[in-house]
């Protein structure tokens, strides 16, 4: 049951650390174009996304959840690009799916 939980965690890894990546190609490709550092937010990317859902998830989680969660903590994220969110979290599942092997010393 445990490895059914590891393998979702670095198929979840994997596919967040694969967003990362297009994201940061797609940031890169932009600037490059426009001669400037372009980085799209996150919380740009969701609006594009979700146009019609996105304005009432504020409301939504500062009702429902705690208002202290909106605004340092998801409106912090919603300010930083993609790769940067996506990047930590995808090694972060990563990390938790691992396959560890047992402590075994080894003796001269």
């Known amino acids: 049951m445990i490895s059914v939980f590891k393998f979702i965690f670095r198929l979840a890894g994997l596919g967040l650390l694969a967003v990362a990546i297009i994201a940061g190609i797609s940031d890169a490709s932009t600037s490059i174009a426009q001669s400037q550092t372009q980085l799209q937010p996150l919380g740009q990317l969701l609006f594009s996304l979700f146009p019609d859902t996105f304005p009432i998830l504020q409301p939504a989680i500062e009702r429902h959840v705690h208002p202290a969660l909106w605004d340092p903590v998801l409106l912090t994220l919603m300010t930083w690009p993609v790769w ?17 092997r047992g402590y075994q010393p080894q003796f001269a």
Do not use: C, I, M
């Open 84 to 100: 940067a969110v996506f990047a930590p979290l995808g090694l972060a599942f990563l990390w938790l799916g691992a396959r560890r």
